[in-house]
């Protein structure tokens, strides 16, 4: 009987001593998970964020709503830039001189508006401010390349045309595309561009 006991005694000892294990187990491991708590929800909340989640898709559809907004702004600009490039490769070629500062200011004109477009995304921005102080600029630099063009003919800037009537179209047109494009500036502007309307569908629809 007494050996009886003393096993019972032992296994009763044996299970507290793992109930107590198994106690301070839970604890430590309760401690290291508050001690990690905060850089787990950091990242949770990061994979929230990411690609494929619904914010995220509500923050892209938001983004290309306004993004279409200033499609023919970029595609009307991106035309500006390829046209100083050939112009300035092409004065290059022919007759390189000072008559070059022309098509470079056009390229850099060009390169500004389309930066001002890109930072409209990250911001609340509307009003390319810039781009349309530069275009009546430009404007006015495409005027003075006209009258030069048509008093003095197409040698000094247009080498690589055939007459100076050539040279007189080419910078009506570019004219007429930097108008083009100062309007649809202030129409976004003014919030009178066809795309506003679907704009603000999209703003109500993903609040």
Request: charged share 20%; net charge positive; glycine share 6%.
């Amino acid at each position: 009987m007494k050996k009886k006991e003393q096993v019972k005694r032992a296994r009763a000892k044996a299970q507290a001593q793992a109930g107590r294990s198994k106690v301070d187990g839970a604890a430590g491991n309760g401690s290291r998970d508050a001690r990690k708590g905060p850089s787990v929800q950091a990242a949770s909340s990061r994979k929230r964020q990411g690609p494929g989640t619904d914010a995220f898709k509500r923050e892209q559809s938001v983004k290309t709503a306004k993004w279409n907004r200033f499609m023919l702004i970029r595609y009307l600009d991106a035309g500006l830039f390829f046209i100083g490039l050939y112009w300035a490769l092409m004065l290059l070629a022919f007759q390189p001189g000072i008559a070059m500062v022309v098509p470079v200011l056009e390229i850099v004109i060009a390169l500004a508006v389309m930066v001002e477009v890109f930072t409209t995304l990250s911001s609340e921005t509307e009003y390319l401010v810039w781009s349309h102080r530069v275009l009546v600029a430009s404007c006015a630099l495409s005027a003075v390349t006209l009258a030069a063009t048509v008093l003095v003919g197409e040698q000094l800037f247009f080498p690589f045309l055939s007459s100076k009537m050539v040279g007189a179209m080419f910078c009506v047109a570019l004219i007429a595309v930097k108008l083009i494009i100062i309007q649809r500036i202030v129409l976004v502007r003014d919030r009178r561009d066809k795309r506003y309307a679907l704009y603000q569908k999209v703003l109500k629809y993903n609040s």
